[in-house]
């Protein structure tokens, strides 16, 4: 069962963090702030994530 429940918990995190890049280059934010949330969203994928949710660029 756990592999089911890890694999299931992957593949929302793959998801939320693809949503969240899409975000931030659709944003009007420069192209250094953009590739630096790209970054940091691809290197911590559950804690990029978060931050960007909090501190990200607003539309």
């Known amino acids: 069962m756990?592999?089911?429940?890890?694999g299931l918990?992957?593949?929302i995190v793959l998801i939320a963090d693809v949503w969240a890049?899409?975000?931030?280059?659709?944003?009007?934010?420069?192209?250094?702030?953009?590739?630096?949330w790209v970054v940091v969203i691809?290197?911590?994928p559950v804690l990029g994530l978060?931050?960007?949710l909090l501190a990200g660029?607003?539309?």
């Not at 756990?2 to 890890?6: D, H, K, S």
């Not at 280059?25 to 953009?34: E, H, I, L």
């Open 21 to 36: 890049i899409i975000n931030v280059v659709q944003s009007r934010a420069g192209t250094g702030a953009k590739v630096a």
């Open 2 to 6: 756990g592999i089911e429940v890890g």
């Open 50 to 52: 978060l931050i960007w």
């Open 9 to 11: 918990l992957g593949l």
């Open 42 to 44: 691809l290197l911590l």
């Open 57 to 59: 660029p607003r539309g």
